[in-house]
């Protein structure tokens, strides 16, 4: 088991590299990219800043109980974009044939699936985010240190839970060779987690908490740092994550299984 883990780990590590020198080749692109991101979130902590300058609270958070919502949702969204990014080739993957290859190669077809594309750029993104998170919480009242070990725990399980959609995405791209409408309808409702869920009416905060989890992705992390999320919310996070995980797992190996070749 050891040994297979070091296996997989060195591939990932030589599919990280050969992504990197390829987004370096192209210089002004990756440039591009950078500054498109850099600009971006700048841009909104405009509009948020803007909207505080009028009211003093929102949905009952200032404006950095505000700001570690939208950080916390950057560094879910962007390790998720670093490390699972080849689930958006897998249609491509499974229609071109590749996937074939995948099955009869020494290594895990999951592996090569979802995490075959590293995404170099969004790792450089994260490192200034990390930073100011970190200036952020510090900035909010000493809370102790087991509410930050829970926010980091809890962040781990969101990151687990990002990973099980993304595996359903890529066994559903296998089941049916279709793609797009899964993963950009996910990528469409993950960007509702950028503020607090509170600021949603019900209905809108029961779907991002039962239905396609966002909440728990994004809001859940946050609210542990601030004292606001009660020991049953905390197990259904971590609950969630299991399930989801051990669920989509099993739809992959199903999907996997009734596989016949895209030349079938």
Known sequence: MI????????????????????????RLGSAGFLIGKAVRMVFFFAFVAAVFDHVKTVAGYTLLETALFFLTFNIVDMIAQIFFRGVYNARRTVNEGDFDFYLIQPCSPLLRMVCSSVD?????TLIPVLVMTGVVLHRLPPLGWTRGLLYATLTLNAVGLVFAIHVAVAALTVRTQ?????IWIYRDVMFMGRFPVDVYAAPVRWALTFGVPIAVMTSF???AFLGLLSPAWTAYAFALTVVALAASLAF?????????????
Do not use: C, F
């Not at 040994?3 to 080749?25: D, F, K, N, Y």
């Not at 170099?120 to 450089?124: E, M, R, V, Y």
């Not at 279709?178 to 899964?182: C, D, F, G, I, T």
């Not at 992959?252 to 079938?264: C, F, L, M």
């Open 221 to 223: 992390p946050a609210k």
């Open 178 to 182: 279709e793609l797009e409408n899964a």
């Open 252 to 264: 992959w190996r199903a999907s996997v299984a009734r596989y016949t070749s895209s030349s079938s």
């Open 120 to 124: 170099a750029l969004d790792a450089l």
């Open 3 to 26: 040994e297979e883990i070091r296996r997989h780990a060195r591939l990932w590590a030589r599919t990280a590299s050969m992504s990197m020198q390829a987004q370096l080749t192209y």
